[in-house]
């Protein structure tokens, strides 16, 4: 059988193969449903397939195999590119990518042997064809998938910019106020913890920020544990915490032995920007529940607690992927999508891990459960994940 029509026939035992190895490709793919996983491949081998049946004459080949086939066009991109695109978007590096189109090729190519072809000259060169075909749906796809990452780059530049200016012009206002207070020799308890919140902010931003692009250097987090009492370094957050937001009720309470070892400025980061998170989605006349528990020998649990939105099980493991943002995030303004990728970093490097709960009744829950003596992590927690 010509290996064109082999594709169009064994097509699903093709994808089921192709699905599996992407379902390895961790941890972009973890929050993806298997119909995301084998969205376009299904379609970028029907084009490779249609390809190869069309006649094709010597230089439109040549043409090919220098890489100058013909080039998508952005109105009607091919399904390589559009799965270029689509992959930039779930968070998937670029190795991926091509993992996935290697894939693709092995898996074919395997196949076809196993149904034991008779080889001769056409058939070798069908395989050329193939082979072609495949590394053009390749070129396309990473095209596609550089634009996005440069998009999505330009974006993430946009957002930390907004986001650093709103603080900073609360932080250049109050200090007009105070010099103007000054001159009139006038108290302005007010402007000068507006100052403070505003930097509070900024620190808080640059903080997650620096985290996130040291994970792209592949430099990962390392965490310093030293013995401490968690209830403490809790009621410390929370008092600062309720200094940044007045306004809002933010409560505490503790149960257990609460002698750990924990690295202290990580776990005060992981519970500021769980509270920060909280206070930002949750119902404003609702308090903001911060529980410690001491579980048993081995085990305390932080958890933070609100009522308001529920968040849908399908965007709750993807909400601690680094950039995504949950559907009511707009409402809000404009943040990173950053906050819960550190948490869940802080958390494994801790060796332990976070979790949530979500639901009309019960209200919003995120868990941060962590050993009772952590040891110093030497690997990166971040698990190599690039910047796009
Ligand atoms: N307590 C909560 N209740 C409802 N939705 C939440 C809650 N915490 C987080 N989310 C959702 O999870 C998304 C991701 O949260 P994350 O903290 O990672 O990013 P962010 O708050 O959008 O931005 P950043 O923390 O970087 O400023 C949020 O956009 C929001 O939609
Ligand atoms: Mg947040």
């Known amino acids: 059988m010509a290996l064109s029509e082999f594709i169009t026939q064994h097509q699903e035992a093709i994808l089921s193969e192709c699905e599996a190895f992407a379902q390895t490709l961790l941890p972009a793919a973890a929050s993806m449903d298997k119909a995301a996983l084998r969205d376009h491949a299904a379609q970028v081998l029907a084009a490779i397939a249609l390809d190869m049946k069309q006649p094709q004459t010597g230089r439109a080949q040549r043409a090919k195999s220098h890489g100058r086939g013909p080039a998508p066009s952005s109105d009607n991109p091919t399904a390589a590119a559009l799965h270029g695109e689509l992959r930039a978007a779930a968070g998937f590096d670029v190795n991926q990518t091509t993992a996935e189109f290697r894939s693709l090729r092995a898996s074919v190519i395997r196949l076809w042997f196993e149904s034991k072809p008779q080889l001769g000259r056409d058939e070798v060169f069908e395989l050329v064809r193939f082979n072609e075909a495949m590394d053009q749906a390749l070129a396309e796809s990473i095209l596609y998938f550089a634009a996005e990452a440069a998009h999505m780059r330009t974006l993430f530049l946009g957002v930390l910019s907004h986001e650093l200016r709103t603080p900073l012009a609360t932080i250049m206002a109050s200090g007009q106020s105070l010099v103007l207070a000054q001159r ?132 709750r493991d993807s909400l601690f992927e680094p950039l995504v943002r949950g559907a009511g995030g707009d409402h809000f303004g404009v943040n990173l999508g950053l906050g819960l990728y550190i948490v869940k970093e802080i958390a494994t490097a801790h060796g332990g891990s976070v979790a949530v709960d979500s639901s009309a009744e019960g209200g919003t829950a995120f868990r941060i459960r962590l050993p009772r003596h952590a040891n110093e992590a030497e690997v990166s927690a971040f698990g190599g994940l690039k910047l796009n």
């Open 184 to 315: 009139l020799q006038r108290p302005v308890p007010e402007a000068a913890d507006r100052v403070l919140r505003a930097g509070k902010r900024i620190e808080s931003l640059l903080d997650d920020l620096l985290d996130f692009v040291r994970s792209g250097l592949g430099e990962g987090m390392r965490v310093a544990p030293v013995p401490l009492d968690l209830g403490k370094v809790c009621e410390r957050v929370v008092g600062e915490l309720q200094s940044v937001y007045p306004e809002r009720a933010i409560t505490l309470a503790r149960s257990g032995d609460m002698a750990c070892t924990c690295d202290e400025q990580r776990i005060a980061q992981a519970l500021s920007n769980l509270v920060g998170n909280a206070v930002k989605y949750g119902r404003p006349d609702k308090p903001v529940e911060v529980t410690v528990v001491g579980v048993d020998e081995v085990e305390l649990v932080i958890s933070v607690a609100n009522k308001g939105a529920v968040i849908s099980a399908e965007t």
